[in-house]
């Protein structure tokens, strides 16, 4: 008889996005008048730039002809686009290799595809609360997981406690579901943490786009000894609104090399290519057509214009909040704001009242994590109408 990951029963019964999608959808059934306003989930609704979509169609073009056809590309992807993502990485100061540099469908696959590279034996340090995905791709491989607190105390950064050890360390700036962001000083404690204990930072910056503040951190290579220590993970769904054509990537620095059990060297950069050869076929040639837009100056000028539309969505937002006296974190640096729930209420009590008074549908912060019971997200990737009308709607809870 086959055996199965009996890890897969320690999950929570569904995602949490699943949890909410029933419960708007039996409100919808019964209340087929009401118009719902979504800011929870963190999808995008700008299209994509005119720059984007000409490269797309030029790209379909080329694969109607026999002399520009593409069939299978490099699973670390076409030179092009890793060459592109290098150039965006030097106007950071930072310097990487075309070869650290692997093209993905997105940083949740990638997030969650890095554990293939380690033992079940390592200890997993996740804060709390945080992106589910950190979560249970860790409990579908059954690695115990350490939890530390984020929390108003920390203002939903915490920093390493020396008390307890790990060897992988899940850090997203700007946070998602909170939207705190990291500084350099605080960024420089964990990867001297990491390196103390020789344990892997797991670096999701799939927010670096929206942080206005020039004195924080874009990219945990800006970092002292973060290459030796740190994989980061990217993606252009928020950057670009490459939610529903997925490209992402990955960068794993060579400087990052274990001894094995026999005493040889294990490279977390040869891994992670073995890796993809094995089971990935790389993203679709038209789609690294697009993606290599991105990074062009009028690429770059067009994706800024759509991200300070969100941004201005998020100021909307986080001045709702302040006009309604509710304490909330992120809306400068990152596209949600993280907000505590009037009148001790619960999180997932707090969503029904919205929902059923309002008619506006956001994330319960307990989704994210038990330290986010009590908090709520929203999300500033509605259309700017939406926005609008749903804190309008939000502030008639409070009169």
């Given at each position: 008889?086959?055996?199965?990951?009996?890890?897969?029963?320690?999950?929570?019964?569904?995602?949490?996005?699943?949890?909410i999608?029933?419960r708007?959808?039996?409100?919808?059934?019964?209340?087929?008048?009401?118009?719902?306003?979504?800011?929870?989930?963190?999808?995008?609704?700008?299209?994509?730039?005119?720059?984007?979509?000409?490269?797309?169609?030029l790209?379909v073009?080329?694969?109607?002809?026999?002399?520009?056809?593409k069939?299978?590309?490099?699973?670390?992807?076409?030179?092009?686009?890793?060459?592109?993502?290098?150039?965006?990485y030097?106007?950071?100061?930072?310097?990487?290799?075309?070869?650290?540099?692997?093209?993905?469908?997105?940083?949740?696959?990638?997030?969650?595809?890095?554990?293939?590279?380690?033992?079940?034996?390592?200890?997993v340090?996740?804060?709390?609360?945080v992106?589910?995905?950190?979560?249970?791709?860790?409990?579908?491989?059954?690695?115990?997981?350490?939890?530390?607190?984020?929390?108003?105390?920390?203002?939903?950064?915490?920093?390493?406690?020396?008390n307890k050890?790990?060897?992988?360390?899940?850090?997203?700036?700007?946070?998602?579901?909170?939207?705190?962001?990291?500084?350099k000083?605080?960024?420089?404690?964990w990867?001297?943490?990491?390196l103390?204990?020789?344990?892997?930072?797991?670096?999701?910056?799939a927010?670096?786009?929206?942080?206005?503040?020039?004195?924080?951190?874009?990219?945990?290579?800006?970092?002292e000894?973060?290459?030796?220590?740190?994989?980061e993970?990217?993606?252009?769904?928020?950057?670009?609104?490459f939610?529903?054509?997925?490209?992402?990537?990955?960068?794993?620095?060579?400087?990052?090399?274990?001894?094995s059990?026999?005493?040889?060297?294990?490279?977390?950069?040869?891994?992670?290519?073995?890796?993809?050869?094995?089971?990935?076929?790389?993203?679709?040639?038209?789609?690294?057509?697009?993606?290599?837009?991105?990074?062009?100056?009028?690429?770059?000028?067009?994706?800024?214009?759509?991200?300070?539309?969100?941004?201005?969505?998020?100021?909307?937002i986080?001045?709702?909040?302040?006009?309604?006296?509710?304490?909330?974190?992120?809306?400068?640096?990152?596209?949600?704001?993280?907000?505590?729930?009037?009148?001790?209420?619960?999180?997932?009590?707090?969503?029904?009242?919205?929902?059923?008074e309002?008619?506006?549908?956001?994330?319960?912060?307990?989704?994210?994590?038990?330290?986010?019971?009590?908090?709520?997200?929203?999300?500033?990737?509605?259309?700017?109408?939406?926005?609008?009308?749903?804190?309008?709607?939000?502030k008639?809870?409070f009169?």
């Open positions: 008889m086959a055996k199965l990951n009996e890890n897969y029963l320690n999950l929570k019964e569904s995602y949490l996005f699943a949890d999608a029933k708007v959808a039996k409100f919808s059934e019964e209340n087929p008048d009401k118009k719902i306003i979504r800011l929870g989930i963190g999808d995008v609704t700008k299209p994509l730039n005119k720059t984007v979509i000409e490269n797309l169609h790209a073009d080329e694969m109607s002809d026999e002399k520009t056809f069939g299978y590309g490099p699973e670390q992807g076409y030179d092009f686009l890793r060459n592109a993502i290098k150039d965006y030097n106007r950071k100061g930072i310097n990487l290799e075309v070869s650290e540099i692997f093209v993905s469908d997105g940083a949740k696959s990638d997030t969650g595809n890095i554990t293939d590279l380690f033992s079940v034996d390592n200890i340090m996740i804060p709390d609360p992106y589910p995905v950190y979560v249970d791709t860790n409990i579908m491989n059954g690695r115990e997981i350490v939890y530390i607190d984020a929390n108003k105390d920390n203002d939903f950064l915490p920093l390493p406690d020396e050890k790990a060897d992988l360390i899940y850090i997203c700036s700007p946070n998602n579901p909170t939207g705190a962001c990291y500084n000083e605080q960024l420089k404690m990867v001297d943490y990491a103390k204990n020789e344990a892997i930072i797991l670096f999701d910056a927010y670096e786009c929206f942080i206005a503040d020039d004195s924080l951190p874009t990219s945990i290579f800006e970092i000894g973060a290459r030796k220590c740190a994989i993970f990217c993606s252009l769904s928020k950057t670009a609104g939610t529903g054509t997925r490209c992402g990537y990955t960068i794993v620095p060579k400087d990052i090399v274990f001894k059990s026999n005493g040889s060297d294990m490279s977390l950069n040869q891994m992670w290519n073995r890796r993809q050869t094995t089971k990935f076929n790389g993203v679709p040639y038209i789609i690294q057509k697009g993606a290599a837009s991105v990074f062009t100056e009028e690429g770059m000028k067009m994706s800024k214009e759509t991200i300070d539309y969100y941004k201005e969505n998020a100021r909307i986080a001045n709702t909040m302040e006009e309604c006296g509710i304490n909330y974190y992120g809306g400068i640096n990152s596209p949600y704001i993280w907000f505590e729930c009037p009148d001790n209420m619960g999180s997932w009590d707090f969503f029904d009242k919205m929902l059923n309002i008619a506006v549908v956001g994330t319960p912060g307990v989704g994210f994590g038990k330290n986010g019971d009590g908090y709520f997200r929203l999300s500033s990737f509605g259309n700017r109408e939406a926005t609008i009308e749903a804190m309008e709607r939000f008639t809870l009169k």
